[in-house]
Nanobody, 129 residues
Framework: EVELVESGGGLVQTGGSLRLSCAAS????????ISWFRQAPGKGREGVAC?????????YYADSVKGRFTTSRDNAKNTVYLQMNNLRPEESAVYYC?????????????????????WGKGTLVTVSS
């Protein structure tokens, strides 16, 4: 059974940090790019960060999080991480990870949500002002 499970969300003050994890199982993790999305109440889903397969070693970020968020992957643990620093209240949202087979991305990864193969159920991040 394919599964992506996010964890690490919670309540943090403005300027604080959280590290989210995305644990994968049931598919060839090494062959999949992983993307992070978030969705705040009443808003659309937004791509935050993504990471290519280890062979390519690339990561991409939305402009709004560049310099503050970092994503990494540990293939031995089938896990991807999203380190979020200097969080802002407007970044309160449910954060999701999603995966897509690397084929067709040519070393890159998507910050758009169409074409993703698998999704987690999300973890809630609340940033208090």
């Amino acid at each position: 059974e394919v599964e992506l499970v996010e964890s690490g969300g919670g309540l943090v003050q403005t300027g604080g940090s959280l590290r989210l994890s995305c644990a994968a199982s049931g598919f060839s993790f090494d062959d999949y790019v992983i993307s992070w999305f978030r969705q705040a109440p009443g808003k659309g889903r937004e791509g935050v960060a993504c990471i290519s397969i280890s062979h390519d070693g690339n990561s991409y970020y939305a402009d709004s999080v560049k310099g503050r968020f970092t994503t990494s992957r540990d293939n031995a643990k089938n896990t991807v991480y999203l380190q979020m620093n200097n969080l802002r209240p407007e970044e309160s949202a449910v954060y999701y990870c999603a995966s897509a087979n690397y084929y067709g991305y040519y070393g890159a990864c998507p910050l758009v949500d169409y074409g993703m193969d698998y999704w987690g159920k999300g973890t809630l991040v609340t940033v208090s002002s």
